[in-house]
Structure formats: C-alpha cells, structure tokens
C-alpha cells in the first residue's frame, strides 16, 4: 500500500509526487490519459517556475527541449510603450514557454526517476471512505473493473473539474464568474520576447516556444464567447490586427504553423484545499483566469508548500499528525495565492481604465517606476525577491 495517491499527472501532480518521493514516501501516481498527453496552454513559465525547476534539478532536461529563454518584456497599452528586461528571481532572469507535452513529460520522467510508481492510462471514479476519512481512490482502465487503491493521503491533482475535491465535497470558498475567453496558435519566428497588447475588450499575448513557433493568443470579454466561437478564425485575426498591428503584420509574413485552440472555461474559485486524509493542489484546488499567465507557476509552488508541510518521515497513517500538517499548507497556499487572485481579475475585466493608463504612461517615462512595474510582473508574493537584471 503506497502512503499517497497522486491523481492526475499534470504540472501539479507531477511533482508533487516526486517531491513526496524524494521525501521518502510511497508514491503512487495515476492519470486518466497516457503520456505524452497536451493541454490548453499558453506555456509561459514566469522567472520563480524556472527557478524551482532548477532547484529540482530539472532546468537542463527543459532546456534540453529547445524552447528559448525569454528575457525581454514589450508591453502596449493605449498608445503606451513599455520595453524592457525581465527581472532576476533568485539568480533567474528569464521566463521560459515549454510546449506542455514536452513540460509535462519530463515531470513525469522526474516523478519516475524519484520511484513514484506511474500509472497511466487509469481514471480515478470515486473515493474510498472509511470512518469519516479519505483512505484510497476506486479507479479503472478503460472498460475494466474497477481497482481499489488504498492510501492514508490522497492527493488531487486533476484539474479544475477535479473528481477529488467533488467526492471529497471540498467546498468551493469564492467564486466569480468567468471573465474571458481565449483563442491562439502558433506562427513561426513572430517574436523572440514575452508582449502583451492590451485594449479595452482585449489582450493579445505572444510567447516564444519549442522549433522557433510564437504562439499568439487573442482574449476577449466572456460576454462574446457565443459571438467569437462562431467564427473563431476571424475574431482571432481581427483582434490582433486592431490590438497589435505589429504582431500581425509579422504574422501575415508567415504561414500559421497549427490549428486555433481556444476556450471560454476561464473559471475563477478557491475550494477548500484541505480535509480527513485528502489534499487538492494546482487548478483542483483553485482556478483563475488564464490571462495573468500563473497556473503553472501556481501548481510548481503549490507542490512544493504541500511536500514542505509534510516533511520527511511524518506518519501519514496518524490523523493527529497528518492533520496540521495539512492545515500549514492550506494556510499557506491561501497566502500564496489570495493576492494574485484579486489582480487576475481585475485584469480580467478588460477594461483600460483612465488611472491604470496613466500610471502605465507614467512607468513608461520614469526608469524607478518602470523598475517598480518589472519587479512587480512575477506577481506579490515574489516581488520582495525580484532583483534588477
Ligand atoms: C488557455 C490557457 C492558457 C494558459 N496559459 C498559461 C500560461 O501561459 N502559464 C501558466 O502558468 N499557466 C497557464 N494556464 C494555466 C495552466 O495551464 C494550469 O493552471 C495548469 O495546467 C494546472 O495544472 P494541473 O496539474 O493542476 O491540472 P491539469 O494540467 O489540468 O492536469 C490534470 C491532470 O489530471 C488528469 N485527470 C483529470 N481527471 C482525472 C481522473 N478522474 N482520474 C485520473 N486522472 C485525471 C488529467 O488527465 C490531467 O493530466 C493556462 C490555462 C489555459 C486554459
């Protein structure tokens, strides 16, 4: 019998196994797909991603794929202009936009390579209680029957519309409604920098990925979803081309080198994260809009709060042990994420308002401003860290 189960094997459940793994624990990983599996993405890792990456040893594997370090940051706004190098975190001064199949993989190779047993290909249906608590996971291969999997911590990492924290009945503790939606692809040599074009009712951003692709993606208010999926191709075109004529015109130069993904499911909540013998981590436990670039960057660091709290040799089969151990990661991942929540959505709403505007003006004129707007970028609770490049 393993002492976690890990479900779902995505940027948060990856390593949340191998940290618990490295910690010395049995560690058995399931997902529903097989790997290597993609996702909706739009691959931006910010500075304090990396810098986990390379505190867990995995930053030349990423590199090692080919994707590009994105050190500079062009940001227009209103007629605005901002140009400039990242911020340093921790002796990192880049961002890096790693294809999520190649991401993904490697954090499962990580998680196997620390002696999580991985299985693919199963679906965790249900949850086993037992005296009030979580003790295991029902799950299946396909059509077969169904396993139990029993396991003192089970640990939900399967995203946003996670059966966890459904059987679990974890409460969902804020919500808002959806704010945007979000379409992109790819083009071939578009940019070799982090941009973000913003107008009332839009936001282009552009992340340079794997084999010399851009992907550019076009955000719009929610309350044109319906509208913009109709004809997706079009609107995607159109609000680049009134957003970020620039980008487009390097764009039309080329040829789009994949299909347009794109999704209105831009949900916005906290759930409890927390309970007997159960925990929820990355878009499980928490979801915001896609916009601010930090789910990833999110499920790194949930992953290393929940391992942190557990520490080495904790007797998970001990409810009295396991429990404020539980209850420090909850407390801190509010902490963690209660800021970057707020501003997500005030982004989100897609408004330039007049005082946001000219502080941007003033940022683009003031160099000690401009340093304030960098080291803010990776969000509040790394700014205190952010050094100048
Ligand atoms: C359009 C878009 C763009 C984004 N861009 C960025 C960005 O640029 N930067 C950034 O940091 N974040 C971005 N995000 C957010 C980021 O992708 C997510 O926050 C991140 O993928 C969350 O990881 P996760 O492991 O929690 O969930 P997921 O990546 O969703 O992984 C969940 C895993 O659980 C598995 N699973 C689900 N149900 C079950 C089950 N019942 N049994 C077994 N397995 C199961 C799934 O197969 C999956 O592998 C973006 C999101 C979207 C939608």
Known sequence: MPD??????????????MLLARAGYRVTLVDRARFPRDTLST??????????????????????????????????????????????????????????????????????????????GRRVTDLIVEDDRVAG???????????????????????????????????VRVTDPPRTCVYYSYW??????????????????????????????????????????????????????????DVQARMMAVQRAERLYGTGAQLNFFRQPVGAGWALVGDAGHHKDSLTARGITDAFHQARLLADSIGTGLDLGSPDR???????????????????????????????????????RAVSEDPVRAGGFFRSLCGHPFQDRMRPP
Request: charged share 20%; hydrophobic share 45%; proline share 8%.
């Open 4 to 17: 976690v189960v890990v479900v779902g094997a995505g940027c948060a459940g990856a390593p949340t196994a």
């Open 43 to 120: 691959h931006y890792l910010q500075q304090p991603a990396v810098a986990l990456l390379r505190d867990w040893g995995l930053l030349d594997a990423v590199h090692g794929t080919g994707c590009p370090h994105i050190a500079r940051l062009r940001y227009r706004a209103g007629g605005v202009s901002i140009d400039g190098p990242l911020w340093t975190f921790d002796g990192i001064g880049y961002a890096l936009g790693p294809r999520r199949y190649l991401l993904d993989q490697l954090l499962v190779e990580a998680a196997v390579a620390a002696g999580v047993d991985f299985r693919p």
């Open 137 to 171: 996971v029902l799950l299946r291969a396909g059509t077969g029957a169904p396993e139990r999997l029993r396991a003192p911590l089970v640990v939900g990492a399967d995203g946003m519309r996670s059966v966890v924290a459904a059987r679990a009945g974890a409460a």
């Open 188 to 245: 071939p040599g578009v940019s070799d920098r982090f941009e973000i074009h913003e107008a009332p009712g839009r936001w282009i951003g552009v992340v340079p990925t794997n084999d010399g692709l851009t992907l550019v993606a076009a955000y719009f208010p929610q309350s044109e979803y319906p509208g913009v999926r109709r004809d997706a191709g079009a609107a995607y075109l159109a609000a680049v081309r009134d957003t970020a004529p």
């Open 322 to 360: 396991l429990r404020p151990a539980l209850r420090r990661f909850a407390d801190r991942r509010d902490e963690l994420l209660r800021d970057e929540y707020q501003h997500t959505l005030t982004l989100a709403r897609l408004e330039l308002p007049p005082r946001r505007l000219a502080s941007l």
